[in-house]
């Protein structure tokens, strides 16, 4: 490697004019061709030495400023090691510095057979020798098999046999024994794994799934964001507070730690589900540094390799050039539905394809080279693009090979651990196609709640089919004759206005100034026409709302009402969304912080279609389509996770499917120090 950074270090002296190995005078080859030794000696051992250290500082740094700081610190180190050169006659300006620095560690990182390359041959045989040296330094592991569960964040049941049918996951699809056919007509392997669907909870988002698999309790998560009028607090499953705060709520509830609670780790998720080792945890990352807060020891555990980090820091950098390639391809051929990909979004994309992706999966390899009983994981990629590009789009698929090639490299990794392995791979929900709500009417969700209230709203709202409508069905329900001059009514006396959020294609309507859940009978006292204004919009399917005489109940358009306990004899307006949407429903609400209106969007089986309240074009968090299908697969050396015609439904049902997996492999239940005839076994 030494031999390759001095070759590169000559060559880049002789291209570019500010970098230079010889004195003004000029210097024989042997004596320029020393100087690039040494020079290059030198930034590798300043690298090895303070970079560790400079890692440290960078934890503190914005994720997203991390990968442009990478370039500007091995510029700083170069100069260092040019300067440290005995003959003194070698110097590169600062801006020189920084290319010179990158190409080096570029081309030492292709050379080691890292660039870019997640599962060459080069790449495993260099981490098998890293396995093998942490082997060596650590105690035999036990002779029972550790469980990997990596969450391949958003991809659906159907996108998943549909990436298998293109060849787009060719690992999978050995897995399932879909693989190449022999000459007897067979497959040319037996299936390893099978796929088992799932169906989730009305809240179909990471927060309420996550959260249900590790640690068994997703009660009172009716949304990915919702209104909590006793704290009077808008509670978001990202973010960290509300995240510590909803696994504390979960734990108090069930009384357990979490599924990794024995020997497991952590990485990448929302929750820690009881893990001991944690690496980039939501749900702690508001504690003050320490022992017990390891959020970001994922960050210096990959990064303290400069080459890991020049490597991802390329990477990213071809991702955000690669999405404004995509947007703006779909931007000059108007394909709709799109929505803007501008601003920082092509760096978010970048984080979540590239660097997460790179930190997860290295984290999970060395917690198998430790032996670790339990691994967690969420590779959040291909959510993120899927969103904005679309479930089934060219982007999306791209991101999903990828992903195949992050599962392959694992499962080799487990040929090197010091215990075998087996590896499970599910999902926490799918994603639904199609255009937003405001796209489709010209007002979003928040702007026909308010003109149903008789409330002021944008001009451009008002001027849309459903915005005069709304006003006109509040005048009709106030007994107020048509207003010519297009005046709006405002409520005789001031209440607070509602808040109205948005998780998908899932809204939710909060009276503050209620302390408690309101009734159907209340809210059309206060707002006569909203009800009916939302009931009866064509881009909404069903209404979830609080009776005084039912419990609750049902509203659909043409004053469709059906009482909750009479659901299954009469769907009513939830038909259209399949099996298990009345259940969906009924246990929504049963939950505490139930807003006062559920909204739900249409639905269009024919193409699978939601309208979502957010800007997105691939989305999830109510009922309807892919969205509610995430995916199971498992080792057949497990039990099925359920009985044949029985259906695996909510992710309770998961944690408990996964829990019972982890106790027939003894998981939990064996130390990592194992007994001698264990060993010996």
Known sequence: MWAVSTVTMLVLAGILPDFQLQSADGDSATRIAVTAALGAGAFGLLSAIFWPLLVRLLLLVPALVLGLLVFFLNGSLLIIALRLVPSGDSEAAPETAVIVAAVMSAVASATGAALAVRDD?????RLYRLADRRRGALPPGPASPGTVFLQLDGVGHDVLLDAVGKDLMPTVARWLGDGDIDATGEAAARPTHRLTPWRTDWSSQTGASQLGILHGSNHDVPAFRWYEKAGREVMVCNRPTSAAELQRRAIDRTGDGGLLSADGASRGNLFSGGA??????LSIATRRRGRENRSRAGYFAYFSDPANAVRTALSFIAEVGREIGQSTRARVRKVRPRVSRGGLYPFVRAFATVVERDVVVAA???????GRTAVYADLVAYDEVAHHSGPSSRDAEKVLERLDRALALIEKAAEHAPRPYRVVVLSDHGQSPGETFRSRYGLGLGDLVRAGCGLPVPRSAQRTHSGAEARAAVRAALRRPVEEGGEQHRPSRRRSEPI???SGNLGLVSFPDVPHRMTREEIDARHP????TLANHPGIGFLLVRSEEHGGVVLGAYGAEIPLDRLDDDPGPLEAFGPGAADAVRRTHSFPNTADIMVNS??????GEVLAFEEQIGSHGGLGGAQGRPFLLSPLAFTAPVDDGEDLAGAEHVHRVLRRWLHETNGPQVPLEAQPEERAA
Do not use: C, I, N, S
């Open 500 to 502: 109205v959020l948005a």
């Open 529 to 532: 026409a909203l009800l009916t």
């Open 121 to 125: 041959d080069a790449y495993r045989r």
């Open 276 to 281: 001991d080792e944690q690496a980039l945890v």
């Open 364 to 370: 999970v390899m060395g917690d198998m080279f430790a």
């Open 602 to 607: 249409m639905y269009d089986p024919a193409d």
